[in-house]
């Protein structure tokens, strides 16, 4: 098996609010797919529901993955998201089989 963490999150906007969570979701989306362990982070908006946002993203391992974990502007966002949502934020994590 491969270190390689993936990770589909759905994220769920209150109506009032997707537009600014789309915002705030592309701004994390480019910083976080500057960060060194990052293989990608990808946002994509639900056809048929655009309330609904999915972020598939990849991390070279673990540690990678709990370096994004801990910087401010996640953390930040996730505070300020809340909000905004639906629903709290729950990624589901995946490796890939071979």
Known sequence: MSDKITIVVP???K???REKLKQKLQK???LSNQEEGNICYVLHQVADNSEQFIIYEQWKNQKALDYHMNQD???TF???SKKMLLEEIHGTI???VY
């Open 28 to 30: 994390l989306s480019c």
């Open 94 to 96: 995946c490796y890939q």
């Open 15 to 17: 109506p009032e609010y």
């Open 11 to 13: 994220v769920k906007a």
């Open 78 to 80: 996730l505070i300020e």
């Open 73 to 75: 502007y996640l953390k």
